[in-house]
């Protein structure tokens, strides 16, 4: 555990995970600075948030590298790039620096559950916590999904479990975080503008694991070629999750016939699909690595099968909006990269108006050609990347360009016809438009009901 009393340190980044280790340092003795880019007005929502903290000082709207390299640690916020130049100055002075998911780890005494990978993390991680609460196990589930690891540590609550959503933007400066349960989903090209390159992403998201022992647990993709061979770095006991038939030697769980099959040396267990309420063969693989978690933390059969059936999903991921004219409407605003504006095609059957951009993250948008031309019968942009994909996919459907999101939505809705779907899913940042997906996703559904 740190000593905090007395210790000089920086929260570099506010926002919500900022605010909730900036409240535990000051109410252990820390002498705490705050520093963030943005400005006083921009951060107001947040700042009042540590109105009582009276001893917190502030640098905002810039960072004084000199001033602020006489403190100990730094405490740095997943949207802080580990380039930034005060991260960089601090290295070079051998200062310690960590995310904000290491340092809550080290005052954390339950087992951790933690979830990664490209797509699906948000899901997977609010159903380890449905099948815990379902088995009567009390969970606290937060991590990347704006509930900060930190929040825990500022409650009197008693938890069995910690249940985090873990990006790789945390994992970048881990160095003790030890989950007793880790899984990672899938990993295709994401966040490459920030990591540079897939062999580097993979790295990164690996590290979920290197503090892991023989008596730990990984759940990994038996599809997914670059998950696969995590295998064979780690020394945790590895179950697979896969759509297929189980390899030879390989244990775990797969999806047959409306049915998942629990195979391992304890566990011989069959599971109904039929009533799962969520679309997508993805949200499948999602739950069956759920599942895995469920079994080894002893759910219940019975809470299994009862959280399987009544799981509803979590806002902005193939969230079902409305229906107006016989037209469903559906918020896909979580949705941040091409590979999740894929599953989310494949997804329907009904003819589609997908509405997409926002800021590019360095995409490959040509991946979206044959489902655009199958599925998509109008394609609709906006956002910083609106001219890119128009290149990369504009001529496989009938293409329009606006400027807001109520444009698209008005468009959309004057193209569609009884019987289809009117599809957000924005295969981008949201960061030129809205303050996050949450707003990006909110501000449709509030333009949805003027409509």
Known sequence: ???LKGKKIVVVGLARSGVSVAQFLASRGAKVTVTDIKTKTELQPYLKLLGSYKKIKYELGRHPIKTLLSNDIFIVSPGVWITNPLIEQAKKKNKKIMSEIEFAYHF??????????????????????????NAKKKAFVGGNIGNALTNILLTKEEYQYVVSEVSSFQLETIETFHPKIALVLNLTPDHLDRHGSMENYRKIKGRIFENQKGTDY??????????????????????????GNLAHGQEGIYYKDNRFYLKTKDWH????????????????????????????????????????????????????????????FYNDSKATNVYSVIRS??????????????RDKDANFELLRPLVQKKVKNLILLGEAKEKINRAVGDYTETFIVGTLEEAIFMAYQKSRAGDVILFSPGCASFDMFKNYEHRGDTFKELLRDL
């Open 1 to 3: 555990m740190i000593q």
């Open 269 to 328: 267990e069959q599971y109904l699909t039929d009533q799962i309420k969520l679309k997508g063969d993805h949200n499948k693989e999602n739950f069956m690595a759920a599942l895995l978690a469920a079994k080894i933390l002893k759910c219940s059969p019975e809470s299994i099968q009862q959280t399987l059936n009544s799981f509803q999903g979590v806002a902005h991921r193939l969230e079902y909006v409305k229906t107006r004219g016989y037209v469903d």
């Open 218 to 243: 990984l759940i990994l993709n038996a599809q997914d070629d670059l998950i696969r061979t995590y295998a064979e770095e780690t020394k945790a006991k590895v179950l697979y999750f896969t759509k």
């Open 108 to 133: 954390i005494k339950e087992p951790i559950v933690a979830i990664t990978g490209t797509n699906g993390k948000t899901t997977t991680t609010m159903m380890v916590g449905q099948f815990l609460q």
């Open 345 to 358: 095609l494949e997804s329907f059957d009904k003819p589609l108006i997908l509405i997409m951009g926002g």
